[in-house]
């Protein structure tokens, strides 16, 4: 009998793996630096953000929104847009306070993120730069997501 494989490949946003549990981190970011927003407004700066890689679905950013704004993180003020009502959200400083504890607890994670796929890349035949189609940077150094260079884990 032949056996299916173990991940459903179609199913991945994007080809992107790992961007589930980056959408509360872009939302909260994206508040802090361009409120007010709305949801369509932050799907879409998120699929500019990650150069249209990732556009998250609105079945994800809405629950989120709602749990954002339950948690006392974000507010959402009715307004008028093209004669539309729609909600504009907002960080609350209880909000601002969560983004500065997620942004101190994000870098790490991400770096070991970056630092095990760069593992797997190499033992499938490639490069960081030759997959994200980035030019190398030079010796010693990867470029990241985002096309920013840094130093390559060790």
Known sequence: MARSGLIDFSKLSGGLLLTRGLLP?????????RAPLCGTELLDAIYDLTGGRWRPSPGA????LRRLRRQGLVKATPARRGGRLVQEYALTSEGRAELRRFLHEIRPRLEQTVALLQV????LGGTWDDRAGHNAPGPG???G???????AAR
Request: aromatic content about 12%.
């Open 25 to 33: 981190y872009f939302v909260l970011k994206l508040l802090d630096e």
């Open 61 to 64: 950013m809405y629950p989120l």
């Open 120 to 123: 797997h890349l190499h033992s």
């Open 141 to 143: 150094r990867d470029s």
């Open 145 to 151: 997501p985002g096309g920013g260079t840094r130093t």
